[in-house]
T-cell receptor, first 113, second 118 residues
Framework: GENVEQHPSTLSVQEGDSAVIKCTYSDSASNYFPWYKQELGKGPQLIIDIRSNVGEKKDQRIAVTLNKTAKHFSLHITETQPEDSAVYFC????????????FGPGTSLSVIP | NAGVMQNPRHLVRRRGQEARLRCSPMKGHSHVYWYRQLPEEGLKFMVYLQKENIIDESGMPKERFSAEFPKEGPSILRIQQVVRGDSAAYFCASHHSGLAGVLFNEQFFGPGTRLTVL
């Protein structure tokens, strides 16, 4: 069945260091990969995304990479700040009769000042 | 320009009672999704609705759970005869009808309802 795996489940980094979260997906029909940030007590919020025909995308301190052949995609956060502390979810999307999104289990990131 | 609203934010029920969770999508959005999030897990799809129609309820348990999105008013997720295993955060998300040529209709999430079953 459709599945998205995500590692690590928890990640602690020193402020200023980089953080990397990795995901794999099973459904080769997936063609869009959004990343969500969920702060405590709030709903997930889209922070960056990447299409299947693109290998890398960057937005300021955040970058995503995609290896479609291996079905891997990753989130890279550079120069981490305490406000980056949150739970991050990767997701794989495909268009069926509607927008079907499969979420990974999440990574709890802690940035230590 | 309010975002997706959910109420109540916290709901406590005793086993056997009913839980009613409400979701008001963003203005202009006619597509609503409900997700369940168990502690330390990701979001699991439950049901997708458009106005007055259930499009896909494959992620929702067949018994005790129901959802609706009436022509007027919020979407309702209803859980009858709640059990302790129903304790979770329930999120709804909405998007608009979609634009031609747009690959992905971003889903905007509400703050969630945290259901605790005693």
């Amino acid at each position: 069945g459709e599945n998205v795996e995500q590692h690590p489940s928890t990640l602690s980094v020193q402020e200023g260091d980089s953080a990397v979260i990795k995901c794999t997906y099973s459904d080769s029909a997936s063609n869009y990969f959004p990343w969500y940030k969920q702060e405590l007590g709030k709903g997930p919020q889209l922070i960056i995304d990447i299409r299947s025909n693109v290998g890398e995308k960057k937005d300021q301190r955040i970058a995503v990479t995609l290896n479609k052949t291996a079905k891997h995609f990753s989130l890279h956060i550079t120069e981490t700040q305490p406000e980056d502390s949150a739970v991050y979810f990767c997701a794989a999307y495909k268009k069926t009769s509607y927008d079907k999104v499969i979420f990974g289990p999440g990574t709890s990131l802690s940035v230590i000042p | 320009n309010a975002g997706v609203m959910q109420n109540p934010r916290h709901l406590v029920r005793r086993r056997g009672q009913e839980a009613r969770l409400r979701c008001s999508p963003m203005k202009g959005h006619s597509h609503v999704y409900w997700y369940r999030q168990l502690p330390e897990e990701g979001l699991k799809f439950m049901v997708y609705l458009q106005k007055e129609n259930i499009i896909d309820e494959s992620g929702m348990p067949k018994e005790r759970f129901s959802a609706e999105f009436p022509k007027e008013g919020p979407s309702i997720l209803r859980i009858q005869q709640v059990v302790r295993g129903d304790s979770a955060a329930y999120f709804c998300a909405s998007h608009h009808s979609g634009l031609a040529g747009v690959l992905f209709n971003e889903q905007f999430f509400g703050p969630g309802t945290r259901l605790t079953v005693l």
